[in-house]
């Protein structure tokens, strides 16, 4: 068991090389070890490309190997045909006796359906190997799947004294929210922001997509010079929709991630409604005495804290 661990934690980090090609789909390791010596590794690279468990049986030098192998996923291998043959099928046909597996995969088409793909071919399959791990490694994934929505992320800037009426970020945390808004589906702010503070919501300062830019103008005020509306980048403008509806429209248009910017009001209402999943609350070393409130979260658990130029960056997760 001590072993199944080491391996699967190889696994996890593995699956991290594909955060930024493999989503939609999960980012998925696999290691396949044989006598107690890694003999192959893989990763999810990219959407639409050979999955992690093809990679690492196709990097085995002496495929002979194999029949006496394990093959450690952090994911469920895929049972269907989807834009790639089923990996459990690729498994069965090479021989490998022993399957270790992190979780399995919510998505309907697979949701066990790999796990007992395997074991009616007598593959012997072991499944939960540092599950909280390899699902926290695809939260966006399993939230889409089971909850039929994205995954909210809130984040907003503030003085110390809690107001967000100004310019809070320094270079290197600015560069970091645009990374944030790369690894983002879709980013929404509110009507006031997007009419007073005019933000392009692009990725300028990372490498990276643009994510779906959102905003919401029930009374039609957003003139048409604002750069929401300067068609660089995909822009969709809510008019009556509710938050709910909001959430609904995002998970039909496959959006797995959506980031909320602001303003006060837009963040509170999610807030208040419990829909949130994480939140990144950046705090500068000063204060205004006046201005906009910043939004209080309700139900949250702090999950790490950094000094960042001189701002407190901290990450919230939401506890139901």
Avoid at 79 to 87: D, E, L, R, S, W
Avoid at 122 to 139: D, I, M, Q, S, Y
Avoid at 260 to 288: H, M, N
Wanted: proline share 6%; hydrophobic share 35%.
């Amino acid at each position: 068991m001590f072993n199944d661990i080491n391996y699967m934690h190889r696994c996890i980090q593995l699956a991290k090389c594909g955060e930024a090609g493999a989503p939609p789909n999960p980012m998925v390791g696999a290691v396949i070890v044989c006598d107690g010596r890694i003999i192959g590794e893989g990763f999810h690279r990219r959407c639409g490309g050979p999955h992690a468990e093809v990679n690492a049986i196709n990097s085995v030098q002496d495929k002979h190997l194999l029949s006496r192998s394990t093959i450690y996923v952090s994911l469920e291998p895929c049972a269907h045909y989807g834009k790639t043959p089923p990996c459990a099928d690729l498994i069965i046909k090479s021989g490998i006796p022993r399957v270790v597996i992190g979780c399995t995969d919510p998505f309907a088409k697979v949701n066990g359906l790999g796990i007992k793909k395997l074991q009616d071919a007598g593959c012997e399959v072991e499944v939960g190997v540092l599950e909280e791990a390899c699902r926290e490694l695809n939260r966006r994934f399993f939230t889409f799947h089971q909850e039929h929505r994205p995954w909210i992320t809130l984040k907003w800037a503030q003085s110390k004294d809690g107001y967000i009426n100004g310019k809070f970020s320094n270079a290197l945390t600015q560069t970091l929210v645009h990374r944030l808004r790369a690894r983002s589906g879709a980013i929404l702010v509110g009507t006031r922001t997007a009419l007073i503070d005019d933000p392009t919501l692009t990725t300028r300062y990372w490498s990276g997509p643009n994510p779906l830019r959102l905003t919401i103008d029930r009374h039609n005020i957003l003139p048409p010079t604002l750069h929401i509306k300067d068609g660089s980048t995909p822009t969709y403008i809510y008019h009556e929709e509710s938050i709910g509806e909001i959430l609904q429209d995002l998970y039909a248009r496959g959006i797995q991630s959506l980031l909320v910017e602001g303003g006060a009001k837009l963040l509170q209402s999610f807030i208040d409604k419990g829909l949130w999943d994480e939140a990144r609350i950046e705090t500068a070393p000063f204060c205004l005495d006046e201005g906009v409130a910043a939004p209080i979260l309700k139900n949250e658990q702090l999950r790490s804290e950094q000094n960042i130029g001189g701002n407190i960056v901290r990450q919230y997760l939401h506890q139901p």
